[in-house]
């Protein structure tokens, strides 16, 4: 069993650190100039996160947007890539993630992605998510 007690956490924590970056004036900029729609699909628990990030729009569940890239992994590694803790690179070299469309593409927001990792431990602090911040 995953660390997230169900779908609503995943798109609680994880899509609230995109939400928030799509926010950030500076971030933000970086996030919807890259031109990508991006569909991130978790299990354990199943959830599924679509991001445009030009239009600056997260939705979760069911989705007609039509994704460019796809990635699949479990929401723990979800949790841990936001903690800094897993390389999206070698994490697809490995198989933790998988893949579908131009990665390329993906692996130019990591740098973004990275800026936000503060805001992911802050939203996991105020509420006391001790379990999530040491999985």
Request: hydrophobic content about 40%; cysteine-free.
């Amino acid at each position: 069993m995953g660390t997230f007690k169900d779908d609503s956490e995943v798109y609680k924590y994880i899509g609230g650190v995109f939400v928030d970056g799509l926010a950030d004036p500076e971030v933000g900029a970086k996030l919807k100039s890259s031109g990508v729609v991006l569909q991130i699909t978790y299990t354990d628990p199943d959830a599924v996160l679509t991001v445009d990030f030009p239009a600056g729009v997260v939705q979760t569940g069911e989705s007609n947007l039509t994704p460019q890239v796809e990635l699949f992994m479990t929401a723990d590694t979800g949790n841990q890539f936001w903690l800094g803790k897993v390389n999206l690179s070698i994490a697809m070299a490995k198989g933790q993630v998988r893949a579908k469309g131009p990665v390329s593409k993906i692996l130019k927001l990591v740098p973004a992605a990275k800026s936000l990792f503060p805001t992911y431990v802050s939203l996991l602090e105020r509420d006391g998510r001790d379990d999530l911040l040491k999985a």
